[in-house]
């Protein structure tokens, strides 16, 4: 979730940490994300920090598993596959993990305004080395055999906006790969949320349902089968 940016004070934060630390009790700090383009824009966008660069709070937990991103302008909760053969929650079991974590959070800074909502998936595919290659991997993918590549990077990117549900969205899909390296996807969809408050469970609920139906669309439309044998 991003949101209008509030003042996020150390105290603040210590104060989130202290009723979040039963389930993250490991803290780090890391500078923040840089601000993403509005929603609907298209050409470059330049984002500017004006004064002391702002933290990101990583709130992390026991099993390293789940770890809650807060900065001024944004909330995240991120589902990391630690161990290796842990299984993927499922999107509907992490949304209430997130509302609980929002809470928290709205409560101590005194309230949010939602700004856009985002759902993303991310693969870090090792089992190229069988010689398949993004292009085999993806659809509409026009691109050279990798073996003519050498060291350069290869990437691919497809990105659309439209209309869901009646807010303005935008997702997208990138593969990238370096020579001899493992393949990165990545698959993200995002929705406007302007004029929904966080008290709004129900309908920022419902965004997020959606948001999670788009990116298994975007995946069935833009991967072949041999994808899709490796990460259903």
């Known amino acids: 979730m991003e949101f209008v940016p509030a003042s996020l004070e150390a105290a603040q934060a210590l104060e989130i940490?202290?009723?979040?630390?039963?389930?993250?009790?490991?803290?780090?700090?890391?500078?923040?994300?840089?601000?993403?383009?509005?929603?609907?824009?298209s050409g470059s966008f330049f984002g500017l920090s004006v004064g002391s660069h702002p933290n990101r709070w990583w709130f992390i937990s026991e099993d390293d598993s789940q770890l809650v991103q807060l900065q001024h302008d944004r909330l995240l909760l991120n589902w990391r596959k630690t161990p290796e053969k842990a299984a993927y929650p499922r999107h509907h079991n992490l949304m209430p993990t997130f509302f609980d974590v929002?809470?928290?959070?709205?409560?101590?800074?005194?309230?949010?305004?939602?700004?856009?909502?985002?759902?993303?998936?991310?693969?870090?595919?090792?089992?190229?080395?069988?010689?398949?290659?993004?292009?085999?991997?993806?659809?509409g993918a026009d691109s050279p055999p990798e073996r003519l590549l050498g060291d350069n990077t290869f990437r691919l990117e497809f990105s659309e906006g439209g209309r869901l549900d009646g807010r303005t969205t935008q997702?997208?899909?990138?593969?990238?790969?370096?020579?001899?390296?493992?393949?990165?996807?990545?698959?993200?969809a995002r929705a406007d949320a302007a004029g929904l408050p966080t008290a709004d469970v129900g309908a920022l609920t419902g965004i997020f349902g959606s948001l999670h139906e788009l990116a298994?669309?975007?995946?069935?439309?833009?991967t072949r089968g041999a994808a899709r044998e490796r990460w259903m």
């Open 17 to 41: 940490r202290d009723r979040l630390r039963e389930t993250y009790p490991s803290v780090e700090l890391h500078p923040a994300l840089p601000p993403q383009p509005p929603l609907g824009l």
């Open 102 to 139: 929002l809470a928290v959070v709205d409560d101590v800074l005194g309230g949010l305004t939602p700004t856009s909502l985002e759902t993303d998936y991310y693969n870090l595919d090792t089992g190229l080395t069988d010689g398949t290659g993004l292009a085999d991997l993806l659809t």
């Open 171 to 188: 997702w997208t899909l990138s593969a990238q790969r370096e020579a001899d390296g493992p393949a990165r996807f990545h698959i993200g």
């Open 216 to 222: 298994i669309a975007v995946f069935e439309r833009h």
